[in-house]
Nanobody, 124 residues
Framework: VQLQASGGGSVQAGGSLRLSCAAS????????MAWFRQAPGKEREFVAA????????YYADSVKGRFTISRDNAKNTMYLQMNSVKPEDTALYYC??????????????????WGQGTLVTVSS
């Protein structure tokens, strides 16, 4: 499985941005996909995750109510809709995937597949 993230850019605080992660290869049952982010000088942190089958979603407290994760099965693409962004959302955003349906979704080390990062910069 290969993952390709896109959609990053610069946005003012309070604005919106949508990230995409296109997956190629065979996507079969059990797939969990997620977004992580890493700000300069900080560790990579969990943002949101979604189960490809069923669509259950999970969010970090810091983005709950502002960000929405979704997927389009027909396009093999995952999205992260970012609303009401804040300067502290500035980071390199990565998409990740794994086929372990029992994955601890918030732990980056659990994921086998990673896309390249896409940079999000939020100005105040």
């Amino acid at each position: 499985v290969q993952l390709q993230a896109s959609g990053g850019g610069s946005v003012q605080a309070g604005g919106s941005l949508r990230l995409s992660c296109a997956a190629s290869g065979r996507l079969f049952a059990g797939l969990v996909m997620a977004w992580f982010r890493q700000a300069p000088g900080k560790e990579r942190e969990f943002v949101a995750a979604i189960r490809w089958t069923g669509g259950s979603t999970y969010y970090a407290d810091s983005v709950k109510g502002r960000f929405t994760i979704s997927r389009d099965n027909a396009k093999n693409t995952m999205y992260l809709q970012m609303n009401s962004v804040k300067p502290e959302d500035t980071a390199l955003y990565y998409c990740a995937g794994d086929f372990n349906r029992f994955i601890a979704y918030e732990r980056s080390g659990e994921y086998d597949y990673w896309g390249q990062g896409t940079l999000v910069t939020v100005s105040s």
